[in-house]
């Protein structure tokens, strides 16, 4: 159990342009999901936490108007880069949370690669 | 100060040898503690998860967690060049968001 899967697995598009990326919790349902952003030999960062039915909650410095989260239901989020540019180029990663108390655990999906020319 | 802690590596072992990896902590409420692996150019998977202190074994796994000393480990048996990897320290405070360490690069020399 607990596999998380996104789509696609790798994108490439023009600068300007927006890009769409849906993660899905495939045998559990996640009322919170998280968005990572990974750049070459660098350590994960939190860009936000996905919450079903509600807003997302955005780290600080992570534009919420350029990055669109959307959790439309228990088992899929949703991140949009929007008028991406070069510098989004990265590693996106969601993970969802399965389980409660100490047995909260976090699963990743296998992430999508994100290459804007 | 950074919340998880842990040594950048690399840390480089022979086939065969014992890995230890290891991770500090600063929030002493700290509840949950976790292990990711991850590959090159992949996603991190869970390895283990520990929340009780003392030892817990998985295989050629073992987690360590001192909640006194705000201390978590992995060792590594008999480690083979396949385990070469980027290992993860994760911790979960109680709420629903997990803190991640910045990893250990740790390579198993054949």
């Known amino acids: 159990g607990a596999v998380v899967s996104q789509h696609p697995s790798w994108v490439i598009c023009k600068s300007g342009t927006s890009v769409k990326i849906e993660c899905r919790s495939l045998?559990?349902?996640?009322?919170?999901m998280f968005w990572y952003r990974q750049f070459p030999k660098q350590s994960l960062m939190l860009m936000a936490t996905?919450?079903?039915?509600?807003?997302?909650?955005?780290e600080q410095g992570v534009e919420k108007d350029k990055f669109l989260i959307n959790h439309a239901s228990l088992t899929l989020s949703t991140l949009t880069v929007t008028s991406a540019h070069p510098e989004d180029s990265s590693f996106y990663i969601c993970?969802?949370?399965?389980?409660?108390?100490?047995?909260?655990?976090?699963?990743f999906g296998p992430g999508t690669r994100l290459l804007v020319l | 100060q950074k919340e998880v802690e842990q040594n950048s590596g690399p840390l480089s072992v022979p086939e065969g040898a014992i890995a230890s990896l290891n991770c500090t902590y600063s929030?002493?409420?700290?509840?949950?503690f976790f292990w990711y692996r991850q590959y090159s150019g992949k996603s991190p998977e869970l390895i283990m998860f520990?929340?009780?202190?003392g030892d817990k074994e998985d295989g050629r796994f073992t987690a360590q967690l001192n909640k006194a000393s705000q201390y978590v480990s992995l060792l590594i048996r008999d480690s083979q060049p396949s385990d070469s990897a980027t290992y993860l320290c994760?911790?979960?405070?109680?709420?629903?968001?997990?803190?991640f360490g910045a990893g250990t690069r740790l390579f198993v020399k054949a």
């Open positions: 520990i929340y009780s202190n």
């Open positions: 045998d559990f349902q996640a009322t919170t």
């Open positions: 993970s969802a949370n399965l389980g409660e108390g100490l047995g909260e655990t976090q699963y």
């Open positions: 994760a911790v979960n405070t109680g709420g629903f968001k997990t803190i």
């Open positions: 996905s919450n079903e039915g509600s807003k997302a909650t955005y």
């Open positions: 929030d002493r409420g700290s509840q949950s």
